[in-house]
T-cell receptor
Framework: ETGVTQTPRHLVMGMTNKKSLKCEQH?????MYWYKQSAKKPLELMFV???????ENNSVPSRFSPECPNSSHLFLHLHTLQPEDSALYLC?????????????FGPGTRLTVT | AQKITQTQPGMFVQEKEAVTLDCTYD???????LFWYKQPSSGEMIFLIY??????QNATEGRYSLNFQKARKSANLVISASQLGDSAMYFC?????????????FGTGTRLTVIP
C-alpha cells in the first residue's frame, strides 16, 4: 500500500459528459501531481501543486481542470473530452522539500472516452 | 530531445538470474536525481531506487542496484535473483532542480518478463 488512493479506478465517459477524478494521499506530503500515461509514450506531467498552490501547468488543454482544496486531496475535473484523452491518469505525492523528492503514486484511473 | 532514453522495449530473464535494464539521460545540470520505478499490470508506479548526481557510491536497495556511470550519462538498473513477481514495466526518471524542483522526466519504459 503506497498511501495514495485514486477513485474511480475505471471510467468510461462520452465526449459531452462531465466527470471528476479524485486522489487522496495519507503520507503527510505537501506536493501533489497529475500525470497522463498513454500507450508507448513517456509519462506526461500535467499539473503540480505545492501547499495547495498550482506551480506547474504543462500546456494542458482547458478541458482538464485541476482542484486542490488541501494538501491531502487533489481532483481532476473533466469536460468535453476527446477520444485521444483516453489514457491512464496517475496521481502522485511527495515532500516539497528535502532530497530525494521521490514521488509516491496511486493506482491510477483508466479513462476511456467514447 | 529526450531527457531519458530506454532503448529496450522488452526484456526476458530466467527466474533466479540477474538482469540489467538500460537507461541513459541527457542534462547539462550538475545537480540532478535519477529514479527507477516499477509498474505492475495493476497500474501503480512503485518507487524502487534513487541515485543523486553527487553520490559516489552506486545506490542499492535489496535486490536492486543502480549502475551509475556519470561520464557516460547512464543509470542502469540491475535486478539480481529475478523472481516471477518482477515481471512488470520499469521506468527510469530524472529530476532536474533547475527546470522545476518537483518535475520528473520519465522514459518510455522496459517491459520485463521473468520466465519460470
Amino acid at each position: 500500500e503506497t498511501g495514495v488512493t485514486q477513485t474511480p479506478r475505471h471510467l468510461v465517459m462520452g465526449m459531452t459528459n462531465k466527470k471528476s477524478l479524485k486522489c487522496e494521499q495519507h503520507l503527510g506530503h505537501n506536493a501533489m501531481y497529475w500525470y497522463k500515461q498513454s500507450a508507448k509514450k513517456p509519462l506526461e506531467l500535467m499539473f503540480v501543486y505545492n501547499f495547495k498552490e498550482q506551480t506547474e501547468n504543462n500546456s494542458v488543454p482547458s478541458r482538464f481542470s485541476p482542484e486542490c482544496p488541501n494538501s491531502s486531496h487533489l481532483f481532476l475535473h473533466l469536460h468535453t473530452l476527446q477520444p485521444e484523452d483516453s489514457a491512464l491518469y496517475l496521481c502522485a505525492s511527495s515532500q516539497e522539500r528535502g532530497s530525494p523528492y521521490e514521488q509516491y503514486f496511486g493506482p491510477g484511473t483508466r479513462l476511456t472516452v467514447t | 530531445a529526450q531527457k531519458i532514453t530506454q532503448t529496450q522495449p522488452g526484456m526476458f530473464v530466467q527466474e533466479k538470474e540477474a538482469v540489467t535494464l538500460d537507461c541513459t539521460y541527457d542534462t547539462s545540470d550538475q545537480s540532478y536525481g535519477l529514479f527507477w520505478y516499477k509498474q505492475p499490470s495493476s497500474g501503480e508506479m512503485i518507487f524502487l531506487i534513487y541515485q543523486g548526481s553527487y553520490d559516489e557510491q552506486n545506490a542499492t536497495e535489496g535486490r536492486y542496484s543502480l549502475n551509475f556511470q556519470k561520464a557516460r550519462k547512464s543509470a542502469n538498473l540491475v535486478i539480481s535473483a529475478s523472481q516471477l513477481g518482477d515481471s512488470a514495466m520499469y521506468f527510469c526518471a530524472m529530476r532536474e532542480p533547475q527546470t522545476g524542483a518537483n518535475n520528473l522526466f520519465f522514459g518510455t519504459g522496459t517491459r520485463l518478463t521473468v520466465i519460470p
